[in-house]
């Protein structure tokens, strides 16, 4: 017998880190009932919302469908503990709303525009070649590729952007893994209480705190003295705003990108017929980009708040409810792609949820893009064979899930 509706998982971070994306629940729920409403043991309750149309609509809503607030799902703290969704631990774009929104982002768009990013272009190249040339040198050629390899180029470029030493690079992945992996047992911080579980956010405030300091004194030609400067109507931005959006530009800029890349190589490898196309025309490396978002689909879901009443796809949504944009399954949705199972590297047009849609759409999303080009034509033009050693364990998040490990042996010209 099929398993109730109500009763699919499709959040637990131990469903993610045990079996990956829930695609055969979706796939139930885009047919069955696309605007599902879910009250799991231990989460309040919230619709999730499985097709592309859906969320679209939703996402051009920002007054009707607000970020404030529950702006993802986590489960339930304890009785005497505040929780991660109502009083959550930073204020930044993701979770702000218009026209306060539009202000903060306009701080740091300029540096995100396609014609800015194209002129790291050139630096990303060089990286990602170093990057190659050290597993080249490695003997054995062997590698845990999630960390030692995908996380590098992304996160080198997003430090660099900053200003921020490359010393300092090893306390940012960890940072940024204890955020997105705060649901992990392997990430998680010792202590029951919120203060210790999020002792990560108060290291990284101390950290860039010091790091604008610095910049104010001396500026230079980097983001975090944009940030250092950043005037709102001619005032300085209130503290806590402007360190909640440096942490979300640093965290941002690299974890999600490290986990397409990742889960990009698992799907070049299990499709080797696109490995191979790819390895014949590595320019080719432009369009996979996109399908590879769409496949990996990095950022599985945010969520919105309804502010009032109102109708969607006939239901009955309340003021306050909760309404979970599982771009994931967005991006497998049969009214949207032919064949969305299939992995097809030259998959043109594809118009995926990848990056988010409307007043939220990824600031970064070129920067990305760029990152996962240039290192899928590197790639392709370098590595000559690279196969799985072991067994590959996926993180536990629904948020930002991805691959966590992938030991690989690989082959690579020189
Ligand atoms: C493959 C990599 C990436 C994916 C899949 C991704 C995905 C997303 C998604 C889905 C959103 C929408 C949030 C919402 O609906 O509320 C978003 C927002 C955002 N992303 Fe990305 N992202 C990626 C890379 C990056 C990079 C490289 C940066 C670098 C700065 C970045 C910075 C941001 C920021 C600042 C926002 C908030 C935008 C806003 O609320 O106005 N992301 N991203």
């Not at 080249?136 to 999630?146: D, G, I, L, M, Q």
């Not at 190589?265 to 590595?282: G, M, T």
């Amino acid at each position: 017998m099929q398993t109730p509706l109500d009763e699919l998982d499709i959040i637990t971070a131990k469903r993610y880190g045990d079996r990956g994306y829930p695609h055969e629940e979706w796939t139930r729920l885009r047919k069955e009932s696309p605007l599902h409403r879910f009250h799991p043991e231990g989460y309040k309750p919230f619709w999730a919302v499985t097709k592309q149309a859906d969320i679209i609509e939703i996402s051009k809503q920002p007054e009707l469908f607000k970020s404030e607030g529950r702006f993802v799902l986590f489960p339930e703290p304890p009785e005497d503990q505040p929780s991660l969704e109502e009083a959550p631990p930073l204020k930044m774009l993701v979770n702000m709303d218009p026209p306060e929104h539009r202000d903060y982002r306009a701080l740091v768009s300029h540096w995100f525009t396609p014609r800015a990013v194209r002129k790291m272009e050139e630096r990303l190249e060089v990286i990602t070649h170093e990057l190659f040339d050290d597993l080249a040198r490695k003997n054995p050629a062997e590698v845990e590729f999630v960390n030692e390899v995908a996380a590098v180029q992304p996160l080198r470029m997003i430090t660099e952007m900053l200003g921020i030493p490359r010393e300092k690079e090893g306390f940012v992945l960890k940072v940024t893994n204890e955020n997105f992996g705060i649901e992990d047992p392997d990430f998680q911080r010792e202590g029951d209480s919120r203060e210790d579980r999020l002792g990560f956010l108060t290291e990284a405030f101390e950290y860039v705190s010091g790091l604008l300091q610095e910049r104010r004194e001396d500026p230079r030609g980097d983001l975090t003295t944009v940030f250092a400067g950043a005037k709102l109507n001619g005032e300085d931005p209130p503290v806590f705003e402007l360190l909640s959006n440096y942490f979300l530009v640093m965290v941002a800029g690299h974890d999600t990108t490290r986990n397409a890349i990742a889960g990009g190589l698992l799907a070049l490898i299990e499709h080797p017929a696109e490995l191979e196309k790819l390895r014949r025309d590595p320019s080719l490396a432009e369009i996979a980009a996109e399908e590879i978002v769409r496949w990996t689909t990095p950022v599985n879901h945010f969520s919105r708040t309804a502010t009032r009443d109102t109708v969607l796809r006939g239901q009955q949504i309340k003021e306050g409810d909760s309404l979970a944009l599982f771009y994931a399954s967005a991006n497998r949705d049969e009214d949207v792609f032919a064949d969305p199972f299939t992995f097809r590297i030259d998959r043109d047009p594809n118009p995926h949820l990848g990056f988010g849609v409307g007043e939220h759409f990824c600031l970064g999303a070129h920067l990305a893009r760029l990152d996962l080009r240039v290192f899928f034509r590197i790639f392709a033009e370098r590595v000559k064979s690279i196969e799985i050693t072991g067994p590959v364990e996926n993180l536990h998040a629904s948020f930002v899930p991805g691959p966590k490990r992938i030991p690989v042996r690989y082959e690579i010209e020189s």
